[in-house]
Every structure is written in structure tokens, then in C-alpha cells.
């Protein structure tokens, strides 16, 4: 596993914005697919936005038009920008990376959005 470490969440009110980091160690993120996943208190984890190694980006419906993904291989990180958070937001946020079909994961940051 590679190791990936999450920044930027906490709390914040409905209609607020909330930016995640999750930088991965070494030179690894220029070959891997990346994903945030979340996980709401008692549910299960659901996958959130991906963008391939081409920058290709897809995202669940949920948040579609309020948050973006993107990559910076240079500096090893993948951004997650979430804009116009609502309550159902609220969750555990995951970094997940796909190198070469071995998949890593952060320990996670918690998101909390008030309303």
C-alpha cells in the first residue's frame, strides 16, 4: 500500500465550501487512478468523484455541479473542492488510489456540515 495522507475537512455551514487534500507518498500518483469516497455516520462507503491518470473525472450523481476532483502529479496530491455543502455531506472523507489494481486508502477526514 502506498501511503496517503487527507488534510481540509471539519466543519462547516450548509452553503459553506470545503476544500480536501490527500497527498500520496513518493512519485506514485502520476500512474494511479484516484477517488474520494465517504462514508456517512452507520452507512456504508460510497464513492464520491474518481479522476483517471488521463484527468478524466467522473462523480456521483449527489454531487455533481458542487464538487470538483483534481490531480497535481507534481506535487502528489488530489484536491477535492466542495462547494454548496449541504447536512447529507456530513461524512468520513477517503482518499483512495488505484496503482496498478492494488488499491491504498487514507485514514480519512471528517467533514460535518451544519444546517
Known amino acids: 500500500q502506498v501511503p496517503l495522507v487527507e488534510s481540509g475537512g471539519g466543519s462547516v455551514q450548509a452553503g459553506g465550501s470545503m476544500r480536501l487534500s490527500c497527498v500520496a507518498s513518493g512519485n506514485t500518483l502520476q500512474f494511479a487512478d484516484m477517488s474520494w469516497y465517504r462514508q456517512p455516520p452507520g452507512l456504508q462507503r460510497d464513492l464520491v468523484a474518481s479522476?483517471?491518470?488521463?484527468?478524466?473525472?467522473t462523480y456521483a450523481d449527489s454531487v455533481k455541479g458542487r464538487f470538483t476532483i483534481s490531480r497535481d502529479n507534481a506535487k502528489n496530491t488530489v484536491s477535492l473542492q466542495m462547494n454548496n455543502l449541504k447536512p447529507e455531506d456530513t461524512a468520513i472523507y477517503f482518499c483512495n488510489m488505484n496503482l496498478f489494481n492494488k488499491p491504498s486508502w487514507g485514514q480519512g477526514t471528517q467533514v460535518t456540515v451544519s444546517s
Open positions: 479522476i483517471n491518470v488521463g484527468g478524466i473525472t
